[in-house]
């Protein structure tokens, strides 16, 4: 599915559903949540920490999971992400296009 679907898709859901979307700063939190439960993953999984008993482990569910409220949040806001992500590239490129490239640090070893 193209980015644009998926605002759509989400759209949909949200009308059919959800009744109507939270509000935008009850989206951030939870973005900032679904966020943290990433991070709770990564930090047990290629960290120093272990997993406690019956812990959520999915990384691809809480990846999709920021996803879904960073669409949620560019709908309520009327942002295009296909437009944002093609502006972002060209940003990075135009900005960083010889700096990894020439970076020593990320040479092969």
């Known amino acids: 599915m193209t980015i644009e679907e998926a605002q759509k898709r989400v759209d949909e859901w949200i009308h059919s559903y959800g009744v109507r979307y939270f509000s935008e700063l009850t989206n951030m939190a939870c973005l900032t949540e679904e966020v943290g439960e990433l991070a709770r993953i990564m930090a047990r999984r290629y960290g120093d920490q272990s997993f406690k008993k019956d812990e959520k482990t999915d990384l691809a569910e809480e990846m999709a999971d920021i996803l879904w409220v960073l669409i949620c949040l560019a709908n309520q806001t009327g942002v295009d992400l296909t437009k ?26």
Request: glycine share 0%; charged share 40%.
């Open 84 to 109: 944002a992500l093609e502006k972002s590239f060209a940003k990075k490129t135009n900005r960083d296009k010889e700096r990894h490239i020439n970076n020593p640090k990320l040479q092969s070893k």
